[in-house]
């Protein structure tokens, strides 16, 4: 049976794993909730009225429990334990797409994520069609030295079915103690049947930034995901590039693609780190008191590329933090971004621990780019549509497309346009550069070793010397009068 036999329902989010699950942020000391929910909703009940109200519900769920303690025929399943981590997930599941419970188990790993190691074999995964794929594979890590591909489908985990079962769950088999074993099973385009492979488990060591030069004239910087070090990563990775090509730079491109988000502290520096001066991000809140608490966060002076020209990469992947620093730079005029729309990812979480060792991951907020617009379930508009391989469209799910997702507050219209001005766009980009490959770069490959159309264009645009554009906004980009201070 072929991958394509096997696939024939809609694609599902593509949730990228290894150095993350999912986006989130880390974010201030507040436990409001959802923002725009605070804002719009209507309480006709007095204040006491709704406090009685409350207390009726919170009794009746303690009688419920009793009585499932006192009834229920398997005594070995009543235990107040379970009962309060399926509550809580109860209580959070419906709130929006990103708030959820993390019992300790899930909280340590998702530290190990940000941290930047782990125990496992060393791939990225998503979720496409209810089945695990892989998104990607580590060099020189357990999973590439098996033999694992990018596009693989994980059909099976030490012979267990993994179709429909959580993206968490697919990863949780994967992961275990250093020196141990599992086996895969994987469907790959083009074999007749599954193909079996064993892995044996080891320390894996993610980088958040992965550099090169392109020629030597064009430095190339992608962001996998925003941890705690991804800043200084990308500081040191400019310095590099900036030591080997010396005075023949013309441009950079920073490719968020498939980066889900990260750290909100790693992307308001990473944007800091483009620009002279402007606003980057304004996030807004509730505290305890219902009242509405902004924050904006502005650059220092310091431009660590020294205002050489930046083309940005995003595709439906491309949420959360990857927004905010696409939006931060597009605001600001100080770069292209190139791609496809990205994912739509408007909202703040904060990581709050519990005393058990899990945590709640809750969204406590909203942000608003440079310009002051919202982009919860619209993404960042591309100044350079750059549109995927035929039969490679349509691959992400968007925030708009999921349950319970928070609504646009529409404070500010943004009226960004596309432009085509690559002179690839206008045919299928792989059919393109195929027919060209010997006259194409080779550091221009993907990891099929087939022409990164995207890329190709972006490096295009830079040695045109491409001005970013002028975006229209119903409202101007606030920019501080006063001299901006240096970076800290």
Avoid: W
């Avoid at 782990?118 to 594979?137: C, E, L, N, S």
């Avoid at 985990?157 to 993994?162: A, C, E, L, S």
């Amino acid at each position: 049976m072929t991958a394509k036999g096997f696939l024939k329902n809609k694609f599902a989010i593509a949730a990228l794993t290894g150095a993350m699950l999912m986006p989130m942020f880390s974010f201030g000391d507040e436990t409001a909730t959802d923002l725009q929910k605070a804002e719009t909703s209507t309480n006709t009940l007095t204040p006491e009225e709704q406090k009685k109200k409350d207390q009726e519900a919170y009794n009746l769920f303690l009688q419920s429990l009793e009585i499932i303690r006192e009834s229920y025929i398997d005594p070995s399943k009543t235990n107040y334990s379970d009962f309060f981590e399926s509550a809580v997930r109860g209580a959070v599941k419906d709130l929006d797409p990103h708030s959820a419970y993390q019992s300790p188990e899930e909280f340590k790993r998702m530290q190990e994520d940000m941290g930047g190691n782990f125990a496992g074999v060393g791939m990225r995964v998503r979720m496409v069609r209810d089945t695990p794929q892989i998104a990607g594979v580590m060099d020189n890590t357990p999973a590439f030295n098996s033999g694992a591909q990018e596009n693989d489908y994980i059909i099976a985990v030490d012979g267990k079915n993994m179709r429909g079962l959580p993206l968490e769950e697919v990863v949780k088999m994967m992961r275990g103690k250093p020196d141990t074993e599992v086996k895969l099973t994987l469907l790959r385009e083009g074999l007749d049947k599954p193909l079996d492979i064993t892995i044996k488990r080891a320390i894996i060591k993610v980088p958040s930034i992965q550099s090169k030069k392109i020629g030597n004239d064009i430095g190339y910087i992608a962001l996998s995901t925003f941890g705690r070090n991804s800043a200084q990563d990308l500081r040191n990775a400019v310095l590099d590039l900036k030591e080997d090509m010396g005075d023949n730079v013309k441009g950079y491109v920073i490719d968020l693609r498939n980066n889900g988000g990260g750290l909100l502290t790693a992307a308001t520096r990473i944007s800091d780190d483009f620009l002279e001066n402007g606003n980057i991000v304004t996030t807004r809140r509730r505290n305890r008191l219902s009242e509405i608490v902004k924050k904006t966060y502005t650059a220092h002076r310091g431009d660590i590329t020294d205002g050489k020209p930046i083309v940005v990469l995003v595709n439906g992947a491309s949420a959360s933090a990857s927004e905010i620093v696409s939006g931060a730079l597009q605001d600001n005029g100080r770069a292209i971004i190139l791609g496809t729309q990205s994912f739509g990812k408007g909202s703040v979480q904060q990581i709050i621990p519990l005393p058990n060792g899990g945590a709640l991951r809750l969204t406590t907020g909203l942000y608003f780019t440079a310009s002051g617009r919202s982009i919860q379930n619209k993404g960042i508009t591309p100044d350079i549509l750059f549109k995927p391989a035929k039969g490679n469209r349509s691959l992400y799910k968007k925030e708009s497309e999921m349950k319970n997702t928070i609504k646009n507050p529409n404070l500010i219209q943004d009226n960004t346009k596309t432009k085509a001005t690559c002179s690839l766009i206008e045919k299928d980009p792989d059919i393109t550069l195929d027919t060209k490959e010997s006259s194409i770069d080779k550091t221009m490959l993907n990891s099929r070793g087939k022409p990164d159309g995207a890329l190709v264009c972006a490096v295009e645009n830079l040695r045109k010397d491409s001005t970013p554009p002028v975006h229209t906004l119903t409202k101007p980009i606030v920019v501080p009068t006063t001299p901006a201070a240096p970076k800290p």
